[in-house]
């Protein structure tokens, strides 16, 4: 049997949206917000988007097209962050001095940062994408909510135990830093069960508009056979 590779606007958008709040997420993390006295990146703002729009593209084009979305998003937030060291180094204008240290400060993402993203937001999405799509198999399609909470746990905790301690290893106490790990998973786990009655509404509307359901029951989850659409 050949696979259609074709592929719908709807998940056109979708994937479009999933590439700009990761990268839109990463510039938000420079700047932090507090509330009593909790601390968290801006980036809480968007990045908890990126994984319900994964439970969407995962639920209702399965693992192959999810596989093909995170590493359009991961070469997309490659290029941005490349493009943004390039204009770092390059020479600013005499009368532009001043906003350099402001511009620099955004798009100089510490390459010890960078990579620690880079890695986190990989491993973080195949574990949701995966998780997602052996659930739907076990549970026969039944049981959305929690199937999509539960990948959001382990997709968000494995980002968590990545990022955390490459990018701050050392550089804060442990406790702290175990704190802020627990915090974010929280956080952006919560985001997802407050967001389940659209995110709901949209899969429903998606797979009606689509007249598609796939479920993963002939395929490697090889995160690098991206070919295999």
Same mark, same amino acid.
């Given at each position: 049997m050949i696979r259609q590779r074709n592929v719908s606007v709807s998940f056109m958008l979708m994937g479009i949206l999933f590439c700009t709040c990761l990268i839109t997420s990463n510039l938000l993390e420079t700047k932090i917000l507090q509330f009593g006295t909790f601390t968290m990146t801006a980036g809480v703002l968007c990045f908890p988007i990126s994984y319900i729009l994964n439970d969407c593209i995962c639920e209702v084009w399965g693992f192959r097209k999810t596989r093909l979305i995170i590493w359009t998003a991961f070469l997309m937030n490659f290029l941005v962050v490349a493009l943004g060291q390039l204009a770092v180094m390059l020479p600013a204008a005499d009368y532009w001095k001043e906003s350099e240290p402001?511009?620099?400060? #955004?798009? *100089?993402?510490?390459?010890? &940062?960078? %990579?620690? @993203?880079?890695?986190?937001?990989?491993? *973080? @999405?195949? #574990?949701?994408?995966? #998780?997602?799509?052996?659930?739907?198999? @076990?549970?026969? *399609?039944?049981?959305? @909510?929690?199937? %999509? &909470?539960?990948?959001?746990?382990? *997709?968000?905790?494995a980002d968590s135990l990545i990022f955390f301690p490459l990018a701050f290893g050392g550089m804060m106490p442990v406790p702290e830093l175990l704190k802020l790990m627990l915090l974010q998973v929280i956080t952006k786990t919560a985001y997802e069960v407050l967001m389940l009655p659209l995110t709901i509404r949209v899969v429903r509307a998606v797979k009606q508009v689509e007249q598609t359901d796939t479920y993963d029951t002939d395929l490697t989850y090889n995160p690098l056979h991206v070919s295999d659409i």
């Open positions: 402001h511009f620099n400060f #955004v798009f *100089g993402l510490a390459p010890r &940062i960078a %990579a620690s @993203s880079f890695l986190a937001f990989l491993v *973080g @999405s195949f #574990v949701n994408a995966y #998780v997602m799509s052996r659930m739907k198999v @076990s549970q026969q *399609g039944r049981h959305f @909510s929690v199937r %999509a &909470i539960a990948s959001t746990l382990w *997709g968000e905790g």
